[in-house]
Structures are given as C-alpha cells and as structure tokens.
C-alpha cells in the first residue's frame, strides 16, 4: 500500500537536508531516461522485422509504470512506423494508465528530438486482465503462465509480463489477432 514514489521523494528530501545530491530513478525507471532503453529496443525491433522480413501487424506489452510502453512508442513512432502497440495494464484503470503513458511519451519524444512524433490515439490500453490488484494472481495469467512454461519453456512472471499474456492469449482466443 506503500505510494513507491512518494517514499522515494522523502528519501531524497532527507538526502538534501543532510547535503547530498540524489538521483531520483521512479518506480520501474519511468521518466524520460529510463525510458531511452525501449526506444532503442523498438527501433531495433524494426530492424529486425524489415532484415527477417517478418511481418509484423501488432505489438503487445505489458504496461505499468509506463517507461516500457511509452518508450516503444516513441522508437516506432519517431521511425516513421504506425504498427499499433497494445498495453495491457497491470495496476491502473484505463483513463489513467493511457494518460500516464501518453505524458512520458511526449516527455521521451522531446528528449530524443522527435517532439511531435506521438499522437493521444498511439496510445492503447486495456487494464480488464488486472483482476483485484497488483501483483494479484488472476485465474488466467495462471492459465496462460502454466501454458507458455510446458509448451514453450518460456517463464512469465505473474505480476507484469503474465497478465499481458494472458490478455494476448484472450485477444487471440476472441478473434481479435488472428493468424
């Protein structure tokens, strides 16, 4: 129940007080800096898909403190690409973690040189795999963590990167992606 950043700007506040020069890194490094290491990661994803001639039609993350999502968009944006990027959320209903991502892309875009690059509609979220809260399993991020382990030997863990995969797996069971 702790409010993570608050904390941390106490912390820092005491740092001060005693004469220090604190470096504030936010919860999940999700300011602008942090957030650089993802718009690498989607520029080199671009590259990767164009050397592979992959075709890719859809990018789905799991999106909390925002630096992974946000960054994402920035690196495809600021290339040039309109590939959707989907955000399931992890802790925040939809108004807020849209809102959370599209200020710290701009942030981001600014930084990079790339100011305008991102619009309010690249930003998409759907928080219905949240089930009660942070952290709190869901019957189907068990199910699809379960899945992805003894099929794919692939490891999920079950606060972030397993309640987007169960929204994937559920996008994918809809009709929603399709082959």
Known sequence: GTDFNAAM????????????????????????????????CGIEMLD?????????????????SAGTHAGLVVGLRGSGSQLPILGIGVN??????????YKLAIETAELVGEPGCVVRDDIIADCNYI??????????????????????????????????????IDYIREGRFTA
């Open 9 to 40: 700007e106490e912390v820092a506040a005491e740092v001060r007080r005693k004469g220090g020069r604190p470096y504030y890194i936010p919860g999940g490094a999700s300011n602008a800096v942090g957030a650089l290491g993802y718009v690498g």
């Open 48 to 64: 990767q898909f164009g050397q592979q001639k992959l075709i890719v039609d859809h990018i789905v993350t799991a999106t909390g």
């Open 92 to 101: 925040a209903p939809r108004n807020v973690q849209e809102e959370r991502v």
């Open 131 to 168: 089930g009660p809260g942070y952290g709190e399993h869901t019957d189907a991020m068990n199910e699809a963590v379960l899945m992805l382990a003894r099929f794919e030997g692939l490891l999920f863990d079950p606060v972030y990167s397993g309640k987007a995969l169960a929204g994937m």
